[in-house]
């Protein structure tokens, strides 16, 4: 019987560093396959060596995804007897060759896996790689395998079909007892599915040999007539088949979380696997199935007597000499997705377009295109490796499901049903189309007591269907279900209590599968509920939101929980208020005991509904959550929603309460500071001033005549005193107004000429600060400067000098994003040389200090200055004496920051 063949790659012309051609020597899940060089010349060649001389019957190759070559040529090499075995001394022999799909069909998402079956004997094979196909994804224009696969039968002496050592041995007593075991015992031209490439490529390596190690069992169960036993091992493989590749995907995943050094999923992955694999392990009992404690059987059996790697097997020719067969063998192709593979029906044979006349003369099949079938790949990623059944009848139901679907099975038959029940997902598929065509097929004149027991059978059916794990039952499901309640009820006009009955019958599956792990499973089943809200039939029953607003448990799986509340609030949005089913009444307890949830996605839909229906209806809402105080807002989600009610409301939150009351204080404290920093900036500056002035009063005082004092030196004594008497007297008047000066001139505002008697440093700061016409505060850095300076302070000292800019018609500042239209529009009042120009009021006055002061002050001056009225309605009291003749205006007088 053909068996998998070992090798190992002994030569390749060219290999990609990271994938390296050693890696066709083993077959696994992480097994990554040979690429070629990048802008390698072709064709490219790969030989492998067998581990001795065979009899090769099947070959297999798994091309890459996207890296594919446009066609793989296949050549056997033997050595002759006597000559040492090397690549030197081989001759190769062409068997033909395989075209492969471009694999834009799928996306380039699939792997293409091509079976070929051939007939020849050999040590070496050679593979001839042709150019790639060109596509987006390959950019270097590569070809790749992931894997080579060889079946056949290792040859003990020269292959010689006359020998009768090769033929099948049908001289066996068991066969004679019991005919039936003829075709189990000769097999030769048997392949075993455990032998096939697809196998080994998507099965965790631990699980594929235990399930060789339980199909070698069930064959010699079969051999022992323990049938009870080989339909134990036939559940176990079945099962551990479907482990299997679960745990190679879990391990491929676990590989890419180490090559992304995400090493917490990588350790999770293996806890995962390791537990999975122990529990499935003690589900199947795999100890007793494996009897590794001993075979319960008395008598062993020997399997090399049974069973001999022959060619296919001669009855009626005993020593006659076997020629070549002259038909194609019998092949089958199937292109193999990444995760899943298709079967293939059908053959078809590609000519090949250059054959060789000497190799035809050497063997009669040497030219023939090997025989291929190229069926669509399709990738399905849901779809779940089943047990594929016989042709035929499905397997028979059990007991207990005969009991459940009896109505279905009085309606539609035992065998539609027994297909619905089956392990074969394709048997499930065609029953639900079946039902489908019956019950659209159903005349309107069937007794309404027959269209009411259909509809329930279908609705069972199809209530059944929607947990199915493989899409496509899950689509049919969804159509069956579409079609009764659209067509069937109004076209029969079942009452609508049995409407709402198969509804709620239903309800609970699709919101269960809402939760499924596959993304389009999830978006299919949200989308056909809110379909099936609005059916006509449907809808005034308002079965579905009520339904959906079910509670849910806290510790529901997130993904079912956070799917739930999409529904909810999809249908809220559609449907409203009003008579949807859905009120303040039933979706707030819902929203609430979403809220308790622990995943935080689940609980941001939540907020998201209670947030909408507050908007809509307002303060009913807060009826059915905590109330409102300091101790319920320590909790950041009722704080954030209170918040929200709030900004809602028109009002200013509580946090935005404290935040504005926290600014005041701080901005209170600030003010205060740069106050009392002002004020005695000012203080320095008015000392300062004085005793500028004195200085100037004492130099204007006249010299003392010095030849007056020489004469009276001269004069007589008694002149002399009186005359120095009186000037005594001068000088100490002189000295005591000018101190009398200097305490004026403490009382006196040095900018508008101001006298107060409560001009103390306090009072005298107030006044600066406050009331003083001649001076402004700035609106942008709060300083307090000259009028006349303003327009100098904005452009070149003001905090804020980079938003201004100086207009060049009337040379006053204007913010930069006015600038442009203020200048287009030139509707300013030019400056005039030789005058100055008020920032105020924009208007040209006269030159010099007296000119600032009668427009600043005077009765008839500036509008725009809101101290000059209260300077003029000062009492008589404060009299107002003019400034000083030697004050200079500087250009800016700065007294602090606010």
């Not at 834009?104 to 007939?119: I, N, P, Q």
């Not at 049919?476 to 109004?490: N, S």
Request: net charge neutral; aromatic share 6%; hydrophobic share 30%.
């Amino acid at each position: 019987m053909p068996t998998k063949l070992q090798f190992r790659v002994v030569h390749v012309s060219g290999q990609d560093d990271s994938y390296r051609a050693a890696e066709l020597n083993n077959h696994s899940p992480l097994t990554k396959g040979w690429q070629s060089s990048r802008f390698c010349l072709y064709p490219q060649d790969i030989v492998i060596q067998l581990g001795r001389r065979s009899r090769l019957c099947k070959i297999q190759i798994l091309s890459h995804q996207f890296l594919i070559a446009t066609k793989i040529e296949f050549y056997v090499g033997d050595v002759p007897d006597g000559v040492p075995l090397s690549l030197d001394t081989a001759r190769y022999t062409r068997l033909g060759y395989v075209s492969l799909s471009d694999n834009e069909k799928t996306g380039y998402k699939a792997r293409e896996l091509k079976s070929v079956h051939v007939d020849a004997v050999g040590v070496y094979l050679k593979l001839n790689i042709h150019k790639n196909h060109v596509n987006k994804f390959n950019l270097y224009n590569q070809v790749g395998v992931i894997a080579i696969n060889v079946i056949g039968d290792p040859l003990t002496k020269s292959y010689d079909p006359s020998d009768p050592e090769y033929l099948l041995d049908v001289s066996d007593n068991r066969i004679d007892k019991d005919p039936a075991l003829d075709g189990y015992l000769n097999r030769p031209d048997y392949i075993s599915p455990l032998d096939d490439l697809a196998f080994d490529m998507y099965q965790d390596p631990e699980i594929a040999q235990i399930i060789r190690r339980l199909e070698r069992k069930k064959q010699e169960a079969v051999l022992q007539e323990r049938y009870d036993y080989a339909k134990r091992l036939k559940h176990a493989i079945a099962e551990l088949q479907k482990v299997g590749e679960k745990l190679g995907k879990m391990e491929v995943e676990k590989r890419q979380a180490v090559e992304n050094e995400d090493y917490d999923k990588a350790k999770v992955k293996k806890l995962q696997m390791d537990e999975y694999r122990l529990h499935i392990y003690k589900d199947l009992n795999l100890p007793d199935l494996l009897e590794t404690t001993g075979s319960r059987h008395p008598h062993p059996i020997n399997f090399d007597s049974e069973r001999q790697g022959t060619p296919p097997r001669l009855l009626d020719i005993h020593r006659s000499p076997r020629s070549p067969p002259l038909t194609p063998p019998k092949y089958d192709e199937r292109p193999l997705p990444i995760t899943h593979r298709q079967p293939s029906p059908k053959p078809d044979l590609e000519p090949d377009p250059d054959p060789d006349p000497d190799l035809s003369q050497r063997r009669a099949y040497d030219e023939r295109p090997l025989p291929i079938h190229k069926p669509p790949p399709v990738v399905e990623e849901e779809i779940e490796p089943e047990p594929e059944m016989a042709a035929g009848e499905p397997e028979p139901m059990t007991e207990k499901d005969i009991r459940d679907a009896s109505s279905a099975i009085d309606v539609f038959g035992h065998p539609l049903v027994s297909k619905a029940y089956s392990k074969t997902w394709s048997y499930r598929e065609d029953s639900l189309l079946a039902v489908y065509k019956q019950t659209q097929a159903l005349p309107s004149s069937t007794p309404k007591e027959d269209a009411k027991a259909m509809m329930r059978a279908a609705i069972f059916l199809a209530k059944r269907a929607i947990d199915d794990k493989v899409y496509a039952v899950f689509k049919a499901a969804l159509q069956l279900e579409k079609m009764i309640l659209t067509d069937y009820v109004p076209k029969h006009k079942i009452p609508r209590q049995e409407t709402i009955s198969a509804v709620e019958r239903t309800i609970p599956n699709l919101l269960h599968k809402s939760g499924d792990t596959a993304v389009r499973n999830r978006d299919d089943t949200k989308k056909f509920i809110q379909d099936l809200s609005n059916f006509p039939e449907v809808r005034p029953t308002n079965v579905v939101p009520h339904e959906c607003v079910k509670l849910i448990k806290p510790n529901m799986a997130p993904r079912l929980a956070q799917s739930r509340l999409e529904i909810v609030e999809t249908l809220y949005k559609e449907l409203g208020l009003s008579t949807s089913g859905l009120n303040v009444d039933n979706l707030m307890p819902f929203c609430v005991e979403a809220l308790n949830h622990n995943a935080g996605e689940v609980r941001e839909v939540s907020e998201r509904i209670i947030k909408n229906l507050y908007r809509e209806v307002g303060a009913p809402v807060k009826d059915f959550l905590p109330p409102d105080d300091e101790k319920t807002r320590k909790n950041t989600l009722w704080r954030q929603l209170f918040e929200y009610f709030d900004k809602v409301d028109g009002k200013p939150s509580k946090s935005d309460q404290k935040k504005q009351r926290a600014e005041d204080e701080a901005r209170k404290h600030a003010e205060i500071e740069a106050l009392q920093k002002q004020l005695q900036q000012l203080k320095d500056m008015a000392s300062g001033k004085a005793k500028k002035l004195q200085t100037q009063e004492n130099a204007e005082e006249k010299p003392i005549d010095q030849s007056m004092v020489k004469g009276a030196k001269k004069g007589a004594g008694g002149p002399a005193k009186s005359k120095g008497k009186p000037k005594s007297k001068v000088l100490a008047k002189t000295s005591e107004e000018d101190n009398m000066s200097i305490a004026n001139m403490e009382k006196v505002c040095i900018f508008c000429g101001e006298r107060n008697e409560g001009f103390n440093d306090e009072g005298l700061d107030l006044h600066y600060w406050k009331n003083c016409p001649m001076l402004k505060r700035c609106a942008n850095c709060k300083q307090v400067v000259e009028i006349a300076s303003l327009t100098d302070h904005l452009l070149s000292e003001c905090e804020s000098k980079a938003m201004f800019s100086k207009c060049p018609r009337c040379s006053e500042a204007i913010l930069k994003e006015e600038y442009d239209q203020h200048v287009q529009e030139k509707a300013c009042n030019p400056a005039k040389a030789a005058m100055n120009h008020c920032p105020l009021c924009h208007q040209d006055i006269s030159n010099g200090e007296d000119g600032w002061k009668e427009h600043l002050m005077g009765q008839s001056g500036c509008k725009q200055n809101p101290r000059r009225l209260l300077a003029l309605n000062k009492q008589p009291a404060q009299s107002r004496l003019p400034a000083p003749k030697s004050r200079v205006p500087t250009k800016t007088n700065k007294t602090g920051r606010r």
